[in-house]
DNA sequence: GGCGGTCTGTACCGTTCGGTACAGACTCTG
DNA sequence: CAGAGTCTGTACCGAACGGTACAGACCGCC
């Protein structure tokens, strides 16, 4: 019936929302099983490296789809206006207007820290950076650019922290306005 | 020698950090009683709660905390603009420039979300309300003051993640100035 | 010095943890 | 259908988990 049957990669959503909703250290393989509806002996066939291969697996899948859907349309040929704009809606529908937790800055703030120090800088510099090119590339200075980029990501980032914590996505959906015009207000 | 010996608010420090270091669920036991210097029985003894308890407490005097260092100025008598700026650099000491993680956010983003939902949302909450009074006594209008607030809380929270996240404080430093300036820039 | 209560380290409870071993059910090839 | 190889559920391991029980160390007090 089906093909030579799951494959890695199909669990890994499932996968991430065990990990962003209970870190790192709250994701037991039981629950993780569950969440996946695979045995111990299927998880271990397909990440032999346990809990810290799932995790970097998770983090390498977020950072390819934040590569191919807001890194890359960034840094990208489209009216740089138009292309931080697609970034908002893009990055609103991804977290769910806030509800939904980052994981890379969850595990930023602690839960794994040491283990994937590594991949969650380059994640958050490739996204200041590739911003900031886009702001460039709409005429801004680069010193400028960099500075509104990292206020933007980091608005952002606090934005679901704050959201979870008021539980109001209405909080979230003011922020991304505010960056908007932020970034818009700096162009002329 | 010593007192009565040690009283339960005299290991809240301790405590405090290994919550922040691990979160809830990776703070285990043990870790706890090395970081304290406490068996389990003292512990329980302090809590009979266990650790939801012990994080209870945490909570609650970091909330004390904030409201004695920070949101009480800001409520106060004294000239706004300075409330604001003392509030800046108090903040900036107690997370030691991005450093130190906000254990209140971290909780937020869902290490023991259900568990503490009522005392995470009432610490910002608090801390926006307090801010935003301040800026009205400067002169603001009740709703930018309100939006301005707002986006000051959830830019340091965000500061804190990307400060950690690429390991270099000067971001955080560079988001102080940046809300800084927008509370200033506001003001006339 | 004895007393009563507060405090604390140790041993232990049942449970769950991350991780391993392995038998057998599957799919494909011939 | 036979065989090789891939996949997967179950049972199991030692360690660590959160939590409890309790004997005794320690204290101010008389």
């Known amino acids: 019936m089906r093909r030579p049957l799951t494959e890695r990669h199909e669990v890994l959503p499932a996968l991430a929302e065990v990990f962003r909703e209970h870190g790192f250290e709250g994701a037991s393989l039981t629950r993780i099983g ?6 111990k002996g299927s998880l271990y066939h397909f990440f032999p490296g346990g809990k810290t ?18 890194f890359a349309p960034l840094c990208g040929v489209q ?15 991804y977290f769910h207007s806030g509800r939904r937790v980052c994981l890379v800055g969850l595990f930023a703030l602690g839960d794994a820290r040491g283990t994937f ?8 510099r490739r996204w200041v950076d590739a911003l900031a090119s886009a702001l460039v ?6 010193a400028s650019a960099a500075d509104l980029a990292e206020d933007a990501v980091m608005t952002i980032q606090g934005a679901i922290v704050l959201t979870r914590a008021l539980e109001d996505p209405r909080v979230f959906e003011r922020a991304g ?6 970034l818009r207000l700096k162009r002329r």
């Open 34 to 39: 569950q969440a996946t509806g695979l045995g």
């Open 53 to 70: 291969e799932m995790a970097a697996a998770v983090l390498a899948e977020i950072d390819a789809w934040f590569e191919a859907h807001v």
């Open 79 to 93: 009216d740089p206006e138009r292309a931080v704009g697609a970034m908002l809606e893009s990055i609103g529908r």
């Open 117 to 124: 120090a590594r991949p969650v800088r380059t994640y958050f």
């Open 137 to 142: 590339r709409g005429g801004l200075a680069p």
């Open 177 to 182: 306005s505010r960056v908007r015009e932020r």
